[in-house]
């Protein structure tokens, strides 16, 4: 994966909360290969009507936000399920960063193993920043070294799992997570067979 350290991008607002996996896209869409790109599924029954067409209801379909990286929400983003597909829906779109007061606990794994940051503010700067989008404003930064999220004012901190910020910061899944800790876990192992002889496997 491609680290994350620094993102200064379009921000779009949805002013919704506890939206879930199955909104994010809908199972129908998921017979479709991934190669293809889930992008254009993401909301899909939220944004768009009967006849294909944008209802223009979120400000995603808004031209003032194309190319957007960062989506502000409110609390419990991503809950649910745990469709993976809802992540891959918010990456295929453009998305790099969403920034919500809490997130569904399997989304947010599921977007750290696929490079996107779910940083957590409080309900309070979540509202200031959907105003400040509702106003006009239309760039953020969102800074994963020092966690905070810059906009006109003063900077806004954020929260995340500390080992999902590692993963982030060096681009690693979980194996290259394991991998960076092999020292580590083979000083647990020497001890371990020292506290614990019996508990080695014996080779006859």
């Not at 909360?17 to 998921?30: G, K, W």
């Not at 910020?165 to 991998?179: F, I, P």
Request: charged fraction near 25%; hydrophobic fraction near 45%; aromatic fraction near 8%.
């Amino acid at each position: 994966m491609e680290p994350f350290r620094r993102l200064e991008g379009v921000a779009c607002p949805l002013p919704l909360a506890s939206v879930d996996t199955d909104q994010l896209i809908p199972a129908r869409f998921m017979k479709t290969p991934r190669a293809e790109g889930y992008g254009r599924f993401l909301l899909h029954d939220l944004r768009f009507g009967a006849d294909g067409a944008p209802t223009g209801a979120l400000a995603l379909d808004d031209p003032a936000r194309a190319g957007a990286r960062i989506l502000v929400a409110r609390r419990n983003f991503g809950a649910g399920s745990s469709r993976e597909a809802a992540v891959y829906a918010l990456v295929d779109a453009g998305f790099r960063c969403v920034i919500a007061p809490s997130f569904g606990d399997i989304f947010a794994g599921n977007a750290v193993n696929n490079g996107l940051l779910p940083a957590i503010v409080s309900e309070e700067d979540a509202e200031r920043l959907l105003v400040a989008l509702d106003a006009g404003l239309d760039h953020l930064t969102v800074d994963l070294e020092t966690q905070t999220i810059t906009e006109a004012g003063e900077p806004i901190p954020f929260e995340i799992d500390p080992v999902f910020r590692e993963k982030l910061l060096n681009g690693w899944d979980d194996l290259d997570l394991t991998l960076a800790r092999r020292d580590e876990i083979a000083a647990f192992a020497a001890a371990d067979l020292e506290r614990r002889p019996w508990a080695a496997p014996r080779l006859r």
